[in-house]
């Protein structure tokens, strides 16, 4: 190749980089997406731009359940208007009480439905593409109790499992999609809220009917791999670690026995962990997002305060970190009294600069 023609090449790739590096936001910048008058749960964000969410349960009913964001002030019931419920119509054909939402590599959207009015906790899976309901698998009573808060999920459709959380009996659980068998692991140390931890959102003691806010595992994530589910409670300051092999086929006292501490947590919300090995947070007490690096670094990415009760995040396209907020600890459930939320409640995300979701 002659010496012109070369260094040609290398001033056009130059400035093509150039470009894409002046293009990508700094870390840590945070971008509105939505703007609601309903109080988001969780948040799930897919790589072409779509926005999903559910609709929180201890906010005040408004007839609808799961959202999809058409604007940054718009939402329409998701996949349809007859699959929502209110109080006159609740049943076991539509949904009830939705929180946790992700997706998955075969383009399915999941979400868990408590079912706190029904009595009955369930899952439901989603064509992304078409809206087609694919899935419902109920949830046996045996390890689902009534009283259960069974939030949030992780799904690893490679090998056909859904890995759940239960934050008000704080437990762990395997379930396989095909044919809905379940696995529960309880009574751990790790998955108890911690000692001395205290919830004080917007600089004020948390409270929970009444008493202050303590809360067993809540936030999990799966590695890239799917061979190791991470988890933490969210009054706690432990990350840990568990194959999810040993979930799936071990006894508990295998799975007892493997659970390490991976690093620390602020008390958090929600959670994910990026294709690289990057753990991110939710921080309640400090209207932020930290993360914890595979160094085992935890450090703040960004503080802000719109993040008033950052509730869940999850990776979209690229870098993009996507968080429900939703003023969570001014629902009557926390307040004792009338909710004392102020709309707008928001669907916000800030750019991490890391290597972004893991879907299997």
């Not at 959380?165 to 140390?189: E, K, V």
């Not at 009444?210 to 589910?229: C, F, Q, R, Y």
Request: charged share 20%; aromatic share 6%.
């Amino acid at each position: 190749m002659k010496l012109p023609i070369l260094r040609n090449i290398i001033a056009a790739a130059l400035t093509v980089g150039a470009q894409l590096l002046a293009a990508a936001p700094a870390v840590g910048t945070l971008e509105t997406v939505a703007e609601l008058p309903i109080r988001p749960g969780n948040v799930s964000a897919t790589v072409d731009g779509r926005v999903f969410a559910t609709v929180h349960p201890l906010g005040v009913p408004s007839g609808l359940q799961l959202i999809e964001i058409t604007g940054p002030d718009s939402f329409r019931p998701w996949p349809s208007a007859e699959l929502q419920s209110n109080a006159s119509n609740r049943g076991d054909s539509r949904i009830d009480a939705p929180l946790g939402i992700t997706q998955d590599g075969k383009g399915r959207l999941w979400i868990t439905d408590m079912g706190l009015n029904i009595g009955k906790s369930r899952l439901w899976g989603f064509d992304i593409a078409t809206g087609k309901l694919l899935k419902r698998i109920d949830l046996p009573s045996t390890v689902a109790p009534k009283d259960s808060f069974i939030q949030d999920l992780v799904v690893d459709a490679e090998r056909g499992w859904i890995y759940l959380s239960d934050i008000n009996n704080p437990a762990l659980l395997a379930l396989r999609i095909d044919d809905g068998q379940i696995r529960r692991f309880q009574g751990h140390s790790s998955l108890q809220a911690e000692d001395g931890v205290e919830m004080r959102v917007g600089g004020k003691p948390t409270l929970f009917d009444g008493k202050p806010a303590k809360v067993g595992v809540n936030p999990i994530g799966l590695s890239a791999d799917g061979e190791t589910l991470f988890f933490g409670a969210m009054s706690g300051t432990h990350w840990y670690a568990v194959p999810t092999r040993l979930l799936r086929e071990g006894s508990d006292a295998d799975v007892a026995a493997a659970i390490r501490m991976i690093g620390r947590k602020p008390l958090s919300d929600g959670a994910t962990t990026d294709a690289a090995g990057n753990h991110f947070f939710t921080n309640l007490n400090e209207n932020g997002i930290d993360w914890l690096n595979s160094r085992g670094e935890l450090q703040p990415l960004v503080r802000n305060p719109l993040l008033n009760w950052p509730d869940s995040v999850q990776f979209g396209a690229e870098s993009w970190l996507y968080i429900s907020v939703n003023q969570l600890h001014k629902t009557q459930a926390f307040t004792g009294a009338c909710d004392q939320g102020t709309p707008p409640y928001r669907i916000l995300r800030v750019w991490t600069g890391t290597a972004g979701a893991v879907r299997r």
